[in-house]
């Protein structure tokens, strides 16, 4: 065990851990517990004598328990001793309480279920534990369980625990840090149970770490950083703004984005381009793509004209298809599975093979793939994943199982990218995802993929405090979020928060130069790059600071004499010790408290001034940086002396600037301990913005007006109350504003000193249960409502009912009295007429008039639905095959058909409209039982007086396709609740009967559907009548139907492939089968080594899963098969596939869908007149990367209703 514990720090330590050079060389025995685990004890550094370190090892040579109580002075500053009693190790420092640990064996831990440890000491009585990595859920994580296993999980902004980046480093308020020397699977247990005890536990049977003592977290962070040599400074380029997208697809596009930010004056000085690889298979995955940049010199060399670094993507994979891929095979030089050969991806880039840079080759191989790039000038590489090691796995030369190293690879992973850079003497960067130990000397990290959403938004402070404190200080995030679209709101505010966060880059799925945001965000953006490039020569000295000493350049508000937090998520932070940010990040804010500490403190570009400790609503526009400086204080900037704060130019000077209202803003008026109201619920009481001020109240003025009548403006008042002056907003009448934004302006001999809005909440709250969708049959029924009077006065209100004919109202009018802040219950009683069946909808509008002729009112949606017959289940493999797979009710509307399943078979069956009304929809898993990965299928018969288009409003949990009178009208796969009016599709509809027919596929959890139908417009339309002549041939008791059980018709599909392509955005073909195919000539039974098969399971669904030939990449694969019919058809020939699909029939090409996409069904038609006889089908699909696959089926169209041909 002695000898397998040296080997694994060689290996772990060498490669990949700072933190490390020694670990128990000088290492003596102190102790041995209960369980047999010995203790040894050694110094860290004869220079940090409040630090030790503690070695654990099961088995070791000395086996005996300690059985008397142990003291000595281990270090010159700590004390340890043993007591054998309670099994208490318990460590004496100075000035510093008595830290108590003890040890315990796991009998099985992890994913792997290996042996394990448990380390556990006493927690402090109100300790504050921070670290761990980089934490989206708290930044102080006492109560809670941290688990430390990096995981690639996109929108981490959320409240869940997982992270790209865990570290077992832990710093403590009560004046101790924990820091492990390595990190294997593990996770601390942080007295969640309230039992007074922290918990770390981890895999394997011994273990490393470090305790120290001192009083402030800042000095903690600082000896530790002296004991790993300190941080690798990022260098000064990376300072400055980066743009990136997923993805500059081409070289012209990329061009294109900076000749954008050019032209509108938005300086940048990064670009990320991942869209810049060459094929797979020509070996050319790190180096740049010929078809995508055609003049990749000529690129750069522009760039370093400009003044713009470049940062290539990068991932840490191999594709079987490449030839460094067999070479890397060949050597042992992948991961490896138990087996010994190589451990293919599951997940993201599924069938690609990881590099195993715990092996020095590995190392070597990946840096020589990686030179010749480095050798044309990019500075930088953007090192994605690094998280898919599998608990199994095995890596380096002493087979190191993953659950040891699953986090340590992307440390190794990261240093070995950028030490390629060092070594060719680029002074460069790496801008990573993912981390561990040691990425301290791999610098940075950016916050991995988050969702363009206001609740992602606000947990970044605490990832990157968390992150600054765990030992990585280079740290940014993607501004405007990873995946979906911001509204230019939320892109300003997180422009706001990236302009002040250690670096700034834009970067997502979707374009994010600010011009797609609006003129507004253009502004913002060139208003807060200046700011940045102005404070570009603090940030470089913040840089500096933190490589020396660790302090971050992002630090928690308790470095600068505030508490310890409260709140779980930091809302604002101090970027050095002089400049405080603190962001809104609440939709439609203007506003919001900010806590100072002790100081004066000066808004950075309105005369604004606070004293600290206090707590402030500090109006903060769009317009406006969320940024104050300390007074007082020396920053050193780049601009013009006497120029406004935040104007930049390129060649300005450097200088110190020294922190007063003057140095900011001129000889305008000082606002001192400025109080703004806060937005909601001001009605019935004074609007005031409270402030000092040495000016006579008679020299400002104040004006304001609601922002939707910008053209009526009001005057306010400001006057003298004691020290400060008041400037008053209230409005003459309580319901002016209700509802509305009130914007103001406060001025000073006519100068603006400050502009500001507050939102104004309703008067009186309005909530109809069930306002859209309530499913409603003839006969008595009920409206409830809730009225809250949001004020402090009591309200008079007249309320009224308007309805339509088919519903009749008890009481449409009524009067009542609601008391200050009181909340009421209202129930009005309505008849429901539907006399003929009529469907549609039944608006129902309820208004409430209040004092002085203010009024509000709400509408409830009524649904007279149509009677919905149903199928199912119809079960799959997964919910992918449930939504592709095509089943008989899709064609077949009669009451005696019966549908073959897996499961035995099922028929239309009608539902009791109760029972509709009572879920307000279709609940599958109430009406077929709770299910997984499958389907069912609802049809509704609907007689139009004419024909008309209307719209279908639906929702679904989860798929959804549609079809209306045999057209597929809608398909998508989605994975949600059902909701009301998620999907609104226009749709027409014949004069006479229509058959609707849906399908609902379920992957877990919740399966339904709701539905309604509505004019154009949304609103109710006419003409409409349920047309289910027989609801008795539906009956669910009926006596079941003789007919043989019906099954969906398939094709015969046969496959050729996999072959290789240029790429997914030129696809070659093969042209021995092509030129076969135009020729009418027999296809050939094998080419380049391949033959036609028959693929498992191709016989059980229309999905045909290329997947099984290979993994992904850049490829194609042919499938054949023969249509036959009897007599001349009509022919309707429908598919989808993923990436993309060309069709020949009898030689002639009829579908060419030839480009990236996802799988739609349906997404491809043609419609052919075909003669009796056998008819040769060819298809060619094409891969760029994940899922392969297609479908492609045959409808007889003068079939009545369609229906596929195939083989029964």
Not at 300 to 325: K, N, T
Not at 500 to 529: C, K, N, T
Request: hydrophobic share 40%; with cysteine.
């Amino acid at each position: 065990m002695k000898l397998t514990i040296s080997i694994f720090m060689i290996v772990i330590y060498a490669f990949i851990s700072p933190v490390v050079v020694n670990a128990q060389d000088d290492a003596q025995h102190f102790a041995v517990t209960r369980d047999g685990i010995t203790i040894r004890i050694s110094t860290v550094d004869d220079e940090l004598s409040n630090m030790i370190r503690i070695h654990l090892e099961e088995g070791a040579e000395i086996t005996q328990p300690s059985a008397t109580r142990i003291s000595r002075q281990v270090s010159p500053g700590i004390a340890a001793s043993f007591d054998p009693r309670d099994q208490l190790l318990t460590l004496r420092s100075e000035g510093a309480p008595a830290w108590r640990v003890r040890f315990s064996k796991l009998g099985s831990y992890g994913r792997a279920s290996v042996p394990g440890l448990e380390i556990a000491w006493q927690a402090g009585r109100d300790e504050a534990l921070y670290g761990f990595g980089e934490r989206f859920d708290s930044l102080n994580l006492a109560g809670h369980r941290v688990e430390m296993w990096i995981v690639d999980a996109p929108g981490q902004g959320g409240e869940g625990s997982d992270s790209y980046y865990v570290s077992p480093v832990v710093y403590a308020s009560g004046g101790y840090s924990f820091l492990a020397d390595d990190n294997p699977e593990g996770h601390f247990d942080l007295n969640r149970l309230g039992d007074g005890w922290n918990r770390y536990c981890r895999a394997g049977t011994s273990a490393s770490f470090v305790v120290g003592f001192a009083e402030t977290i800042p000095q903690l962070i600082a000896d530790r950083t002296r004991m790993i040599g300190g941080l690798e400074p990022a260098p000064d380029w990376a300072y400055q703004p980066w743009i990136s997208k997923n993805s500059y697809e081409t070289q012209d596009e990329a061009e294109a984005a900076m000749d954008g930010m050019r032209e509108r004056d938005l300086p940048f000085g990064v670009i990320v381009l991942e869209a810049w690889k060459g094929r797979s298979e020509s070996g050319s995955f790190n180096r740049f793509s010929q078809e995508r940049w055609p003049d990749p010199k000529g690129f750069l060399d522009r760039c370093a004209r400009e003044g713009v670094r470049v940062v290539l993507w990068q991932v840490p994979i191999l594709h079987p298809s490449s030839p460094w891929f067999t070479k890397a095979a060949e050597q042992g030089l992948l991961v490896r599975d138990p087996g010994g050969g190589v451990s293919l991806r599951e997940e993201w880039l599924a069938g690609f093979g990881n590099v195993d840079f715990l092996k020095p080759e590995g190392v070597d191989l990946w840096k020589e793939m990686l030179r010749p790039v480095v050798r044309m000038g990019i500075s930088g590489f953007k090192a994605d994943d690094g998280e898919a090691i599998k608990p199994d796995d095995r890596l380096g030369h002493e087979d190191t199982p993953g659950w040891q190293a699953h986090n340590a690879y992307s440390t190794a992973y990261n240093r070995a990218t950028y030490d390629v850079l060092r070594e060719e003497g680029v002074d460069g960067m790496l801008w990573s995802r993912s981390g561990s130990l040691g990425i301290e000397k791999a610098p940075g990290l950016w916050a991995g993929d988050q969702g363009a959403e206001w609740s992602q938004l606000c947990r970044l402070i605490t990832a990157g405090l968390s992150s600054s404190l765990s030992g990585m200080p280079y740290w940014g995030h993607d501004i405007g979020g990873y995946y979906g679209t911001a509204t230019p709101e939320l892109y300003i505010r997180w422009l706001q928060l990236g302009a002040l966060s250690p670096f700034m880059q834009f970067h997502g799925i979707d374009p994010r130069e600010p011009w797609h945001f609006g003129p507004e965000a253009v502004d913002a953006y060139r208003r807060l790059a200046h700011l940045r490039l102005c404070l570009m020569p603090t940030l470089l000295e913040l840089g500096a600071e933190a490589a020396e000493t660790g302090m971050p350049i992002m630090r928690p508000m308790f470095f600068a004499g505030t508490p310890h937090p409260d709140a779980r998520l930091a809302t604002q932070y101090m970027l050095g010790p002089d400049l405080l940010v603190a962001p809104v990040m609440e939709q439609g804010a203007t506003q919001r408290a900010v806590t100072f500490p002790p100081g004066q403190w000066l808004h950075a570009q309105q005369p604004l001034v606070f004293t600290g400790p206090g707590t402030f609503n500090v109006p903060l526009a769009l317009d406006q940086p969320p940024l104050f400086l300390r007074q007082g204080a020396k920053l050193t900037v780049r601009s013009v002396r006497g120029q406004p704060f935040g104007t930049w130019h390129a060649d300005a000077p450097i200088r110190d600037l020294h922190v007063s209202p003057s140095s900011l803003w001129g000889s305008v008026p000082e606002l001192g301990d400025l109080d703004a109201p806060a937005s909601g619920n001001l009605v019935g009481r004074p609007v005031v913005i409270g402030f000092e001020s040495s000016v006579e109240p008679s020299r400002f003025s104040l004006r304001w007006w609601a922002e939707n009548q910008p053209d009526v403006v009001h005057d306010g008042v400001v006057s003298k109350s004691g020290d400060r002056l008041i400037a008053d907003l209230t409005p003459t009448h309580p319901g002016t504003l209700s509802g509305q934004r009130q914007v103001y302006v406060l001025s000073y001999d006519g100068t603006v000193l400050l502009r500001g809005s507050v939102n104004w909440s309703d008067m009186l709250a309005l909530e109809i249960r069930d306002p859209v969708g309530e499913v409603v049959t003839s006969g008595d029924h009920q409206l409830r409502a809730t009225l809250m009077n949001r004020t402090g006065d009591p309200l008079a209100l007249e309320l009224s009912i308007a309805a339509p004919s088919e519903v009749r109202v008890q009481e449409p009018r009524r009067r009542m009295r609601l008391q200050a802040r009181e909340s009421r219950e209202i129930t009005w009683g309505m008849e429901i007429n539907e006399a003929g069946g009529v469907i549609g909808d039944s608006r129902v509008t309820l208004s409430v008039e209040g004092p002085g002729g203010w009024n509000t009112s709400g509408e409830a949606v009524l649904v007279r639905s149509p009677q919905w017959i149903i199928a199912g289940p119809f079960p799959a493999e997964s919910k992918s095959a449930a939504f592709a797979a095509t089943h008989p009710p899709q064609w077949e509307p009669s009451a005696s058909a019966r549908f073959a399943t897996p499961d035995g078979p099922v028929r239309w069956e009608r539902v009791d409209p109760l029972i509709i009304a009572a879920t307000n929809g279709l609940d599958f898993s109430a009406l077929l039982g709770e299910r997984h990965n499958t389907a069912a299928y609802a049809q509704a018969f609907v007689h139009s007086d004419r024909e008309r288009l209307v719209e279908l409003r639906l929702g679904s949990d989860d798929t959804l396709t549609v079809w209306v009178n045999g057209e597929n009208v809608f398909a998508e796969s989605f994975d949600r609740p059902a909701l009301p009016d998620q999907n609104i599709l226009p749709v027409q509809l014949r004069e006479g009967v229509n058959r609707i027919v849906i399908k609902v596929a379920q992957g877990q959890g919740g399966w339904g559907l709701v539905a309604r139908i509505t004019a154009t417009d949304g609103r109710p339309a006419t003409g409409l009548r349920d047309a289910l002549s027989r609801p008795q041939a539906f009956a669910s008791d009926r006596v079941a139907a003789s007919t043989r059980p019906l099954v969906t018709p398939r094709l015969d599909w046969e496959v050729i492939g996999p072959f290789a392509i240029g790429t997914i955005n030129e696809v070659r073909g093969i042209s021995e089968i092509e030129q076969a195919i135009v020729g009418r000539r027999s296809l050939p039974e094998s080419i380049r080594g391949q033959r036609w098969q028959r693929l498992p399971g191709s016989d059980k669904g229309s999905w045909i899963d290329l997947k099984r030939l290979t993994e992904s990449g850049d490829r194609i694969a042919y499938a054949r098969t023969r249509l036959t019919l009897r007599e001349p058809t009509r022919v309707a020939l429908i598919g989808g596939s993923d990436d993309g699909m060309v069709v020949w029939l009898d030689g002639r090409k009829v579908v060419d869908a030839e480009r990236p996409r996802a799988y739609t069904p349906g997404e491809d038609r043609v419609t052919l007149d075909l003669a009796a006889g056998v008819h040769e089908l060819v298809t060619r699909i094409s891969q760029g990367g994940g899922d392969w696959g297609f479908t492609l089926e045959a409808w007889d169209l003068n079939a009545s209703p369609p229906r596929p041909i195939g083989h029964q």
